[in-house]
Nanobody
Framework: QVQLVESGGGLVQPGGSLRLSCAGS????????IGWFRQAPGKEREGIGC????????WLADSMKGRFTISRDDDENAAYLQMNSLKPEDTANYYC?????????????????????WGQGTQVTVSS
């Protein structure tokens, strides 16, 4: 069964850091591009970024640059979202998604419809 499993969420104080993981189960992520999204209560889902196969290209929303980074380790069959300098407004449920393409959907990396598989999400709460 093809699954994406996120982990690493939790409660963190403002200014803190978290690293979210997205593990592939039942399939290899090697030839998939991985996107990251988040959705806060009462808000629309927001695209964070995308990392292509072999990390040859990384897309990251302008609002996330400088604080968030995306990486992957195909030996571990996983992708990662490193989040630093977290703010209360980063509180959301974070999702990873996979698209069966070695390339991210380009400028449409934040279009959820372009992804084939989704994880169940992991909650991140930034609060003192």
């Amino acid at each position: 069964q093809v699954q994406l499993v996120e982990s690493g969420g939790g409660l963190v104080q403002p200014g803190g850091s978290l690293r979210l993981s997205c593990a592939g189960s039942g399939f290899s992520l090697e030839y998939y591009s991985i996107g990251w999204f988040r959705q806060a209560p009462g808000k629309e889902r927001e695209g964070i970024g995308c990392i292509s196969s072999r990390a040859s290209t990384i897309w990251l929303a302008d609002s996330m640059k400088g604080r968030f980074t995306i990486s992957r380790d195909d030996d571990e069959n996983a992708a990662y979202l490193q989040m630093n300098s977290l703010k209360p407004e980063d509180t959301a449920n974070y999702y990873c998604a996979a698209v069966a393409s070695v390339a991210c959907p380009g400028i449409y990396y934040s279009d959820a419809e372009r992804y084939d598989y989704w994880g169940q999400g992991t909650q991140v709460t930034v609060s003192s």
